[in-house]
T-cell receptor, first 111, second 110 residues
């Protein structure tokens, strides 16, 4: 069946770049998403990439997609304390309304 | 701004109680979802609805039911709450590529 995997924790120093990785199994994915969940809040869409793209940049965020390896990454440049959150990777494979979710990566910022 | 509102942030219920979690969205979205979120397990889909009165089971529907009588409202029902249903419940709505989430309801069953 479909599966999305990501590591549970990532710790980086303030000002460094954070790279959060995600692998997925279904090659028929149409869109791949990164959502951010701050403590005590719901999820917010951070960015998404269409499956026929290999890179998308939006200010401090860079998304890289390697379709051959089914690998998605989110790079956050100049990581700030406000970036502390859980980051979820998700893929949509059926009519764009059902998402398959990773377990979430908790990003911890060290001063 | 799309708004998805869940009726409660925190709930404490007793084992065996019938529990209703309400979710309302204001953007006329056709698709609505209920997820539960548990540490290390990510989001797991309980039920979703793609139209009024239409519903489909997600990955973990056991012990839950849903109701969608109006387009803007999607209710999750725990028929007889059990302690293993203690969790964070997230409602979402979507039209196309983006899902919008409510703030979550943290349910504790004692």
């Amino acid at each position: 069946g479909e599966d999305v995997e990501q590591s549970l924790f990532l710790s980086v120093r303030e000002g460094d770049s954070s790279v959060i990785n995600c692998t997925y199994t279904d090659s028929s994915s149409t869109y791949l998403y990164w959502y951010k969940q701050e403590p005590g809040a719901g999820l917010q869409l951070l960015t998404y990439i269409f499956s026929n793209m290999d890179m998308k940049q939006d200010q401090r965020l860079t998304v890289l997609l390697n379709k051959k390896d089914k690998h998605l990454s989110l790079r956050i440049a100049d990581t700030q304390t406000g970036d502390s959150a859980i980051y979820f990777c998700a893929e949509s494979i059926r009519s764009n309304y059902q998402l398959i979710w990773g377990a979430g990566t908790k990003l911890i910022i060290k001063p | 701004d799309v708004k998805v509102t869940q009726s409660s942030r925190y709930l404490v219920k007793r084992t065996g109680e019938k529990v209703f979690l309400e979710c309302v969205q204001d953007m006329d979205h056709e698709n609505m979802f209920w997820y539960r979120q548990d540490p290390g397990l990510g989001l797991r889909l309980i039920y979703f609805s793609y139209d009024v009165k239409m519903k489909e089971k997600g990955d973990i529907p056991e012990g839950y039911s849903v109701s969608r009588e109006k387009k803007e409202r999607f209710s999750l029902i725990l028929e007889s709450a059990s302690t293993n249903q203690t969790s964070m419940y997230l409602c979402a709505s979507s039209y196309n590529t983006e899902a919008f989430f409510g703030q979550g309801t943290r349910l504790t069953v004692v």
